[in-house]
């Protein structure tokens, strides 16, 4: 294996579960951003080493799949590495392995290395570059560049209110709670029946501390299927934007 991959285990908790006894998708994302995060310390540049120069990481696109949710106390161990840089941007792929070397999950995103203080794309150090190297093996064949439609109009609309622990390290509305503010409008017929099999988001706009977010969902095909659209009233914008994939429980 090599030495640019960087494994990280958990075992699961009973808070990270769902009432089916099952990682919740918001437990794996924070497993997954968890675990870069780990990536980073490794090479000696944690994320608070960086926030001292104002520097953090900015996720703008991602896809996860899960074929099967862990069940409380499973130990899982997550694999990344990066796949591809360009000068401002690195491509994180994800692998997720059961306590039997199953793969359960996977997963990928576009980061940005971003200057906090002056609000703009940074160069991606050199040294970074060349501690985590590059493997270019894809752990999911998925283009999280092509650009999906924001909704106008929806079948549901929800209203939420950013308050000061939606904002994370940076400064900004943490990229879980999007995804935390587009679950609130799935059909409980859905969460109680199905389990969340993919999700496709991209992250166009920052949400304001203080604002009223409005989260819009519109069902597809055959009603397993969702868009989702996160706006920010306050300055009359989009802030995300997701599709989503529910299959039946078993």
């Known amino acids: 294996m090599s030495i640019h991959m960087f494994n990280k285990q958990f075992e699961l908790r ?3 579960m769902n009432h089916h006894g099952e990682a919740t998708p918001l437990t794996m994302l924070k497993l997954l951003q968890e ?3 780990d990536h980073c ?3 000696q540049y944690s994320l608070y080493d960086l926030l001292k120069q104002n520097i953090g990481w900015v996720l703008l ?4 799949q899960i074929a099967r949710y862990p069940k409380y106390k499973e130990t899982i161990t997550i694999r990344t590495w990066l796949s591809e840089y360009k000068t401002y941007r690195g491509i994180r792929e994800n692998v997720i ?3 039997k070397g199953n793969i359960i999950g996977r ?7 971003y200057d906090i203080e002056k609000r703009r794309p940074a160069r991606i150090f050199d040294d970074i570059q060349k501690k985590w190297g590059v493997n270019p093996e894809e752990s999911i064949r998925h283009d999280i560049r092509s650009k999906i439609i924001p909704l106008d109009d929806a079948a549901e609309i929800i209203e939420f209110i950013v308050r000061r622990f939606d904002m994370d390290t940076n400064k900004h509305v943490n990229n879980l709670r999007y995804l935390q503010w587009a679950m609130e409008s799935v059909p409980e017929y859905i969460t109680d029946n199905y389990y969340l099999h993919s999700i496709d988001g991209r992250f166009v706009g920052e949400a304001q501390y203080g604002h009223t977010i409005q989260s819009l969902i519109e069902p597809q095909g055959d009603n397993t299927s969702f868009w989702h659209t996160i706006k920010d009233l306050g300055n009359n914008r989009v802030c995300s934007i997701a599709k989503t994939n529910w299959l039946l429980r078993e």
């Open 107 to 113: 997963g990928k995103g576009l980061w940005l290395f």
């Open 41 to 43: 310390l490794a090479i």
């Open 14 to 16: 009973y808070f990270e």
């Open 97 to 99: 392995f059961d306590e």
């Open 61 to 64: 696109s991602g896809y996860m």
């Open 35 to 37: 675990t870069a995060a």
